[in-house]
């Protein structure tokens, strides 16, 4: 019978205090939690670098296209007769309240040279 009290006796004890003997172990377990977030923090901020990186590159790509094209258009736009130009504007007009998404209205067959026309004798390029 004394065995039997001393055992609920120990029972209840571990029961009403289960914190004062696993203590250490919470301790340890939040440390681990933390470890383990800040590893997940670590992972993402180098995936975010990289792709911010990723991203500068194709920024810094579009602007140096965006430029390229831009100085085509206007050596084109420098070379087109004004009739041309004139054309071109009123397909523009008849295209964007057409259809939005076309950037040709159907039904026209101009196709641009291959090759710019030659310039006029005395107007060539300067550089």
């Known amino acids: 019978m004394k065995d039997a ?3 609920m006796n120990a029972k209840r004890s571990t029961t009403l205090h ?3 003997s ?3 172990s919470v301790v340890a377990i939040d440390n681990k939690i933390e470890q383990a977030m800040d590893l997940v923090k670590s992972h993402l901020m180098y995936a975010v670098r990289e792709e911010v990186e990723v991203l500068k ?3 810094k790509e579009l602007i140096e296209k965006n430029n390229q094209l831009e100085q085509e258009n206007n050596l ?3 070379l087109a007769s ?3 130009l004139a054309q071109f504007q009123a397909q523009l007009q008849t295209s964007s309240s057409s259809s939005p998404a076309s950037s040709q209205p159907q039904g026209t067959t101009q196709q641009p040279p291959s090759q710019p026309p030659p310039p006029p004798p005395g107007s060539g390029p300067s550089a």
Do not use: V, W
């Open 5 to 7: 009290f001393h055992n």
């Open 22 to 24: 696993s203590g250490a």
């Open 76 to 78: 084109l736009k420098t």
């Open 57 to 59: 590159e194709q920024i």
């Open 18 to 20: 289960p914190y004062s």
């Open 82 to 84: 004004p009739e041309q």
